[in-house]
């Protein structure tokens, strides 16, 4: 069958357990595009790629490759540097594998890459390499999420310009504070996420820029401290989830979140060491549902917002 990788329209075969192939199916694998006519030509490639599954990732993909999409395939071993000489790869994921070893510098070669890496619960480790920011062209999917990644998140991801959803660094052991560059996410409408981490410092203020997100801007469960910048008051197009819980943050609640009208699910601030008092701004996010959240905070009481309580 034929299958939209992510919305870039590169077909890809998904079945990678059968192989059967159906008549006039147009799908391809590596990036090789194959017609009905050379459907014996495609089956013997099917059957060359099941039988590595469980092994080392295969180093002789030829350099016409325009899709790597590989999700859940059962893939050991490291990411090779061959990786780097398929320049015409425009789908990069390997979520879901049993992996080691950091991420290739040599893949920053693939300045084609229209959605990826999606790299996400693969089992890599180390440094995250610079080269990423070389992915300018990347819209999506930009996933490292639950791995072994330690050391510092690069600046240079902030140069991924043309990313509009999905970019997650969650579930990991980086530490060092996060880029303001990523501020320059403009295009980023959801989801951005550093939660489970060691990163420490602020949040930087640059972060008020991303007027276009509408979800998940997820700073919890690190090492931040200092006061949360006004800035994200900015961001009066959230909805759901501005969440920055247990944490070290501290000083007073800013009152632009007020400005924050939209939101209706997960504004999520509690244990942290926020004090004084409760602005009344905030009862002028009207449409909180659950999870209006600044509990466990050093806050007085000389105002409240028009909620019931600090905790819905």
Not at 249 to 271: D, H, Q, R, S, Y
Request: with cysteine.
């Amino acid at each position: 069958s034929e299958a939209d990788a992510g919305g870039v329209g590169v077909p890809v075969l998904l079945g990678m357990r059968s192989r059967r192939i159906r008549r006039r199916t147009r799908t391809c694998m590596c990036g090789v595009n194959i017609m009905t006519r050379r459907a014996l030509a495609l089956t013997a490639a099917v059957k060359s790629i099941s039988g590595a599954m469980g092994k080392p990732f295969p180093t002789n993909m030829p350099a016409s490759t325009r899709s790597l999409y590989f999700p859940n395939s059962g893939y050991t071993g490291t990411l090779c540097t061959e990786l780097g000489h398929l320049t015409k790869v425009t789908v990069l994921d390997f979520h879901y594998n049993t992996m080691s070893g950091p991420i290739p510098t040599e893949i920053g070669r693939l300045v084609k890459l229209r959605q990826g890496p999606k790299l996400s619960y693969t089992g890599l480790s180390g440094a995250l390499p610079t080269e990423l920011g070389n992915f300018h062209k990347t819209e999506g999917h930009v996933n490292f999420q639950a791995n072994k990644f330690w050391s510092t998140l690069p600046t240079e991801l902030g140069k991924l310009t043309s990313t509009s959803f999905y970019v997650s660094f969650d579930k990991n052991g980086y530490e060092g504070t996060i880029p303001s560059q990523f501020g320059n996410l403009v295009q980023l409408t959801s989801y951005l996420a550093f939660f489970n981490n060691k990163l420490h410092g602020t949040i930087p203020s640059q972060f008020g820029k991303l007027v276009a997100m509408s979800s998940d801007l997820i700073f919890s469960t690190n090492l931040l401290s200092k006061t949360a910048p006004t800035e994200l008051g900015r961001l009066t197009n959230m909805k759901v989830t501005l969440a920055a819980h247990v944490n070290h943050l501290w000083g007073a609640i800013p009152t632009e979140f007020g400005n924050l009208v939209k939101m209706t699910n997960e504004m999520l601030w509690c244990c942290n060491i926020l004090s004084g008092t409760m602005p009344s701004e905030l009862g002028e996010m009207a449409k909180i549902k659950t999870d209006f959240s600044f509990w466990a905070v050093r806050l007085n009481h000389s105002s409240h917002p028009s909620h019931d309580d600090l905790s819905i």
